[in-house]
């Protein structure tokens, strides 16, 4: 439950562009979450283990594809000015 109301929390701050995360902090809690479910299974806590990790996994894909369009024009401005 705890995990849950910290991922709602994580994106509706997020959302409301209260905490503005960067990629790889987005990719990280989705690793996190991955690790944790993963314990979570070891100890007998199969139901929220494996929607833990599948959260995390979705957290993670989010991470990679939220801000590919800053990715492009950190690359074109890099572009620019080596010219």
Known sequence: MTILMVVTAFL???YVEFIKPTVLQIQLLGIHLTI???FLL???AQTIGMV???LGLAIG???SIKNSNV???TDKSHKEISK
């Open 71 to 73: 990715i492009n024009q």
């Open 42 to 44: 070891l100890y007998e």
């Open 12 to 14: 509706f701050f997020c």
């Open 61 to 63: 894909i989010y991470g």
């Open 36 to 38: 944790v479910g993963g």
């Open 52 to 54: 833990s990790m599948l």
